[in-house]
């Protein structure tokens, strides 16, 4: 599929890391592939990551996409997203700036911003959802594996069928 969009007029081309399941070496050696493709066939498509932190390595994934040279980052506040979340934006803009990273974006109003929404995020229980992550990305699940699991087993949690 890949190979598909490389021969389009696509301006970006985005990968994820849907299950939360990849580490540095994966991404690192995923983007080279697509660079390589895309010089190989003379194409000029920008590069992006989506990644999710079910196994904490939403950051050091991040990190090794821009260094293979991503040109675009998604990231939430607080890392807000599905099962253990997304790359947290105040995270990554605050470690981008503790190794000097030079960047736009004024990291004391998003740090403020994450403050305000601790709370609402903290009632939407979203944080009690990350052991449910660390299983998913743990085993390399997708979400529709999952649903299925919870369909079959008749259970709401992936924590429900590890008990068993």
Known sequence: MVN???DTN???????????????????????SLKHLI?????????????????????PN??????????FI??????YGKFSGNLSLELLLSLM??????????????LSLANQLTT??????FYLSQPEGAIIGMKNMNLDEVQE???????????DKENE
């Open 4 to 6: 598909e969009l490389v």
């Open 10 to 32: 696509t301006d970006i081309i985005y990968l994820a890391d849907s299950n939360g399941a990849m580490l540095p070496e994966d991404i690192k050696k995923m983007f080279f």
């Open 39 to 59: 010089m190989k066939k003379g194409g000029k498509q920008k590069l992006g990551f989506h990644a999710h932190n079910n196994l904490g390595m939403a950051i």
């Open 62 to 71: 991040a990190l090794a996409a821009i260094e293979v040279g991503c040109d």
């Open 74 to 79: 998604d990231a939430s506040i607080l890392g």
């Open 97 to 110: 700036r503790r190794q000097n990273f030079i960047y736009k974006w004024n990291i004391t109003k998003i």
């Open 120 to 125: 609402v995020v903290r009632k939407s229980g």
């Open 149 to 159: 699991i919870y369909k079959l087993k008749g259970i709401s949690s992936l924590l």
